[in-house]
């Protein structure tokens, strides 16, 4: 049996629900970020988050020089969000900023606002594997906004979650 091709790998990974989130970095011109489907809580004690970030991304180095990160959980509001930061129609940079409410946090990185859970967040590690980096965040402070729904990534497309 061969091993999986890098696109049989990810066309099955299509088959898993994903909560859309999104981590925002850096600051002025430098500020970027990207959607996550593969965010998770990893502790509540002390309180950490994990996400992989493929370190092709343009927001890996900024990451990586910053130490510190938003992660926003999308909103059933939110998809034209989420197409800006996922670079739908060549968006990049700050310019993926326009068109939505933000808020500076405690350590400086910007939150959604109306997002449905949103986390400032430290890098407490960035640990190397395959393509991506697994980003460990220590967080700071919370953010929630109840009823917001949920946006979620399934089979290639996005999808809602209301109440």
């Known amino acids: 049996m061969s091993e999986p091709t890098p696109k049989h790998f990810r066309d099955a990974m299509r088959a898993f629900v994903g909560n859309c989130s999104l981590i925002t970095t850096g600051m002025g011109e430098a500020a970027t970020g990207l959607i996550v489907t593969s965010a998770i809580s ?3 004690e002390p309180p950490l988050l994990l ?19 938003g992660w926003s ?6 998809q034209a969000v989420a197409e ?15 068109g939505a409410e933000w ?24 640990i190397d594997r395959g393509t991506h980096s697994i980003l ?5 402070a919370i953010r929630t906004t109840p ?3 949920a946006l979620i990534y399934w089979n290639g497309g996005y999808r809602t979650l209301t109440d």
């Open 73 to 78: 959980s999308l909103g059933a509001a939110h």
């Open 136 to 140: 460990i965040g220590r967080v700071q």
């Open 51 to 69: 996400a992989c970030v493929n370190r092709a991304s343009s927001s890996w180095p900024v990451l990586k020089e910053t130490g510190i990160f």
């Open 42 to 44: 990893l502790s509540a």
């Open 147 to 149: 009823g917001a729904g």
């Open 103 to 126: 808020e500076t946090a405690v350590t400086g990185a910007r939150l959604l606002k109306g997002a449905p859970a949103a986390f400032d967040c430290s890098i407490e590690e960035m």
């Open 84 to 98: 800006r930061f996922s670079g739908f129609g060549g968006t990049k940079g700050a310019a993926r900023y326009e």
